[in-house]
């Protein structure tokens, strides 16, 4: 037992060792540029990282499908579960977006990667692939109340997901200064998104308090169903069951608070969503660790 709570510990203190610098910088230090932090990590280091990871990674091509497969169900699932739960509260439909897409990038990453090492970091990529494909094309469309294919085409990530594709399937060999230069640019994500976490969740306040744990709470009810019959249904086991379940269990994501404000949408209820999910996760994040490990 005490090993197991060991273990977990290691796999999550390191995050929240950086989400605290984090959140300290914000109140202590000079002004962080998350704007450039942003852009930076969603036009040049994440979609190198995305491009190493499914170029190189050592899982099976067809696991890597499977997990993108159950990824896309889980979405799909999700987002009608909670359109007929916003419907029945009388709750604004777009907000469908936020209770479906949680923080697999900065937070589900690196617990995946600390949990699983890198067959969890490959499976972790793929999910968030999916996500970002959706996010960024059916998501943005959503928020913004209009679609825009070249908005979609000019997405880095995108690219970067079928060129590593194309990589690993075709099984070439790219020049080692390629391959170096993703690595190197991929490392930097992980640390930065989590100092980012701690500075984007420093700056919010959750307003409406109650309302906002219950809707939390209920977030989580709605992750914790999906994420295990979606595993169950398509027959997912070890790494690539706990990955799929832990992504699909993270917080809501900061990006959601990124996108309401960027097309001018209200964005308090949002960031008190995010802000309540991401502590609670302090509590039950362990405890899924535990049932998975």
Sequence with gaps: MNSMILQIANILAPGMVLAIIGLVWHFKGPRFPVDFVTTLVLNICMPALLFHTLATSVVPIRSLG???????LVHIVFTALALVVLKLANKDWRLCIAQVVGNTGNLGL?????AFGEEGLAYAMAFFAVQC???FSL?????????????????????????????RFMDWQLPDMVMQSTELLGQIVIPLMLITLGISLAGMRASQLP??????????????????GIAALMG????????????TMVPVAVFNYLL???HGHDASELSGLILVTH??????LPLLLGVLL
Excluded at 66 to 72: K, S
Excluded at 110 to 114: A, G, I, N, Q, S
Excluded at 279 to 284: C, H, L, N, T
Aim: hydrophobic share 60%.
């Design 66 to 72: 499977q997990m993108a497969l159950a990824t896309l």
């Design 110 to 114: 690196p617990v995946c990667f600390l």
């Design 133 to 135: 494909v959706l996010l």
């Design 139 to 167: 998501g943005d469309a959503i928020y913004a109340g209009s679609v825009s294919v070249s908005r979609v085409l000019r997405s880095p990530v995108l690219h970067s997901i079928w060129m590593g594709v194309l990589v």
């Design 211 to 228: 309302a906002t744990l219950l809707w939390a709470g209920i977030r989580t009810a709605m992750a914790i169903t999906v994420g295990f």
């Design 236 to 247: 997912l086991e070890g790494v690539a069951r706990g990955v799929l379940i832990i992504q």
């Design 260 to 262: 309401a404000v960027k």
């Design 279 to 284: 502590v609670s996760a302090i509590f039950y």
